[in-house]
């Protein structure tokens, strides 16, 4: 309180503000290091009544950049833009001339971003470079087609829709995030569904196991291509168990993760923040799925295992201190407790064991002793007051 007085009559140095277009598992990591925040979401939702919270604007996609921009011409200093979703990140790609003239943030080189972003485009990058990905091809159903006779990978495959999912792709094709084929007989099946979507297609590899063979490489790395934060992680549940949501995860410190990140993350010349998807073959091999450059849900149990990757690009961008380097404690965990339940059943796991487990995981989802009106106000309180609404309604 007495630092905030000082920095209001300007006697104390302002600190930048970070604006944080993300959930809790952003906003948390960046103030428990001390750093206040804006929060760019949907009206009501829990992130916005987060103590770490000084200001608010309303996720509406039309006119979001000039809200943002009016933002960022109120302060005194640039502040820093976080970014949490690939919608987020496609946005800020999209005006990253405008919104560089008012904030501070580091992506990688567009066409790179372009690279990463295209599923297509990523197999071909991956290949040209020696990367561990999944062999694939890219098909195109056509009226006249009956299926492809040789696509010259493996089976059994995953399909995924290019550029990205939509309505036809969940209406028509699957309701997951890929569909999976086991022989040529099952994709001549589904060729006409893939045909009546009226889109290309990625067919990948698909790499066998249940999904707690996922693995993932966390990494910040300065604009000198340094790495300045890094720390490993690995799915524990999903929901749909095959090719689900994340329900449950924890850090590891497995050395071949962290050494398969790092050289991937050399050879395409990585800046910024990314994830890296692998998942273990049957020989144990990591296998490269994905690289996402931007924040995940990952940063909070990345803070609390020591290694706080949105703080460490704070104190880059803004040339504060950065956080004293650490190793990322394993066994830190973070878990969705309203689906992880669901998750944990599928998996025929004992009711009294999964509520242990939740019980002393590290994070549950907008729920926080030490900051409880995200999950009071933000989640508890329309639970409470829609039935109440429907009464008036029908009187």
Not at 16 to 27: R, S, T, W
Not at 284 to 311: C, D, F, K, S
Request: net charge positive.
């Amino acid at each position: 309180m007495i630092i905030s007085g000082l920095r209001r009559v300007g006697l104390f140095p302002v600190e930048p503000l970070a604006c944080v277009m993300g959930n809790l598992d952003l906003v948390r990591p960046l103030g428990l290091a001390g750093i206040r925040c804006a929060s760019v979401a949907r009206t009501e939702h829990p992130v916005h009544f987060s103590r770490f919270v000084d200001e608010r604007i309303e996720l509406d996609r039309p006119g979001l950049v000039e809200r943002l921009l009016r933002l960022a011409a109120a302060k005194s200093e640039p502040p820093v833009l976080f970014f949490q979703s690939d919608a987020d990140l496609d946005l800020v790609s999209a005006h990253r001339e405008r919104l560089a003239q008012a904030y501070r943030f580091l992506l990688p080189p567009a066409e790179l971003l372009r690279q990463l972003l295209d599923k297509e485009r990523f197999a071909a990058l991956g290949e040209r470079l020696g990367l561990p990905v999944p062999r694939t091809r890219v098909l195109t159903p056509m009226a006249e087609d009956s299926g492809p006779d040789d696509l010259g990978i493996d089976f059994p495959l995953v399909i995924k829709p290019l550029p990205h999912r939509d309505g036809r792709w969940h209406r028509l094709v699957s309701p997951g995030k890929v569909l999976r084929v086991d022989s040529p007989a099952a994709l001549r099946t589904v060729w006409p569904r893939l045909r009546a979507a009226g889109k290309r297609f990625l067919a990948q590899e698909l790499v066998p196991g249940p999904e707690r063979r996922v693995e993932s490489y966390h990494v910040y790395v300065g604009g000198d291509r340094r790495i300045v934060g890094e720390f490993a992680g690995r799915k524990l549940r999903t929901l749909p168990l095959d090719f689900g949501r994340s329900t449950a995860v924890e850090t590891t410190d497995d050395p071949s993760v962290l050494a398969t990140g790092r050289m991937v993350v050399e050879r395409l010349r990585l800046t910024g923040v990314a994830k890296l998807d692998f998942k273990r073959d049957s020989e144990g091999r990591l296998r490269l799925l994905e690289v996402n450059p931007r924040y995940t849900l990952w940063a909070h149990i990345g803070a609390l295992a020591g290694v706080n990757l949105p703080a460490l690009s704070y104190a880059d961008l803004t040339g504060v201190r950065r956080p004293a380097p650490a190793r990322a404690r394993p066994g830190v965990s973070w878990s969705w407790p309203r689906r992880d339940g669901a998750a944990a059943r599928a998996l025929g796991m004992r009711w009294s064991s999964w509520l242990r487990w939740t019980a002393g995981s590290d994070v549950k989802t907008n729920l926080s002793w030490d900051d409880p009106m995200p999950f009071v106000r933000g989640w508890l309180w329309p639970k409470l007051r829609a039935p109440a609404r429907r009464g008036a309604g029908r009187s």
